[in-house]
């Protein structure tokens, strides 16, 4: 099992930035992919993005593309969600995952979750 922990949210205004950490512990070797996703009220949790710790290859949900970057630590074992140009509807619970897959960008091709953090963008 890895754990996993966020940190980084809150409320800004539109057009503002924010940058989401995700601290994993525990058997962190054995998971390939890191992954952040959303959730907004009402709607279906979706991907944002996510980074292999080998080679750092990443996938960006088209929604997000040119405004998120994320990034790794292998070393302190930290995954990075820098959130730029935010938007209302970025509005969400964000969520950092770990997959055992080469490549995941569905919610179920991860099995561990962290708790979430809340970012609000106002308008």
């Known amino acids: 099992q890895v754990q996993l922990v966020e940190s980084g949210g809150g409320l800004v205004q539109d057009g503002g930035s924010l940058r989401l950490s995700c601290a994993a512990s525990?058997?962190?070797?054995?998971?390939?992919?890191m992954g952040w996703f959303r959730q907004a009220p009402g709607k279906e949790r979706e991907f944002v993005a996510a980074?292999?710790?080998?080679?750092?290859?990443?996938d960006y949900a088209d929604s997000v593309k040119g405004r998120f970057t994320i990034s790794r630590d292998n070393a302190k074992k930290t995954v990075c969600l820098q959130m730029n140009s935010l938007k209302p509807e970025d509005t969400a619970v964000y969520y950092c995952?770990?997959?055992?897959?080469?490549?995941?960008?569905?919610?179920?091709?991860?099995?561990?979750w962290g708790q979430g953090t809340q970012v609000t963008v106002s308008s």
């Open positions: 995952a770990a997959s055992r897959a080469s490549r995941a960008v569905t919610a179920k091709e991860y099995d561990n």
């Open positions: 525990g058997r962190t070797f054995s998971w390939s992919t």
């Open positions: 980074i292999r710790w080998s080679g750092g290859i990443t």
